[in-house]
């Protein structure tokens, strides 16, 4: 079946660095786009940035600049690469599979990665 397995958030401070990494089982990884969605008990769910097979990206307004999605398809893994972090990009990180454009509407998540950016 479907498994997507989070890792890599931590604590890190404003204009630090973070890489989350997702690997993917249970499905043909290259033939799909992929996307990381972020979830604040506040604000709630926020699509992040998106990739096809072919490496094409889409990124939200807030991130775009800073955050940088990509995918190694002989490894079945997903990554977003975080630079210059800020306060309110603190969030539960998830990978995810089959949403819709720019959608938190996904019908397959991981279980998440916790970034926190505080000083």
């Known amino acids: 079946q479907v498994q997507l397995v989070e890792s890599g958030g931590d604590v890190v401070q404003p204009g630090g660095s973070l890489r989350l990494s997702c690997a993917a089982s249970?499905?043909?990884?290259?033939?799909?786009?992929m996307y990381w969605i972020r979830e604040t008990p506040g604000k709630g769910r926020e699509w992040v940035a998106s990739i096809n097979g072919g490496n094409t990206v889409d990124y939200a307004d807030s991130v775009k600049g800073r955050f940088t999605i990509s995918r190694d398809n002989g490894a079945d893994i997903l990554y977003l690469q975080m630079n210059n972090l800020k306060p309110e990009d603190t969030a539960r990180y998830y990978c995810?599979?089959?949403?819709?454009?720019?959608?938190?509407?996904?019908?397959?998540w991981g279980q998440g990665t916790q970034v926190t950016v505080s000083s």
């Open positions: 249970g499905f043909t990884f290259s033939i799909y786009w």
């Open positions: 995810a599979r089959q949403c819709g454009d720019r959608s938190t509407d996904c019908k397959y």
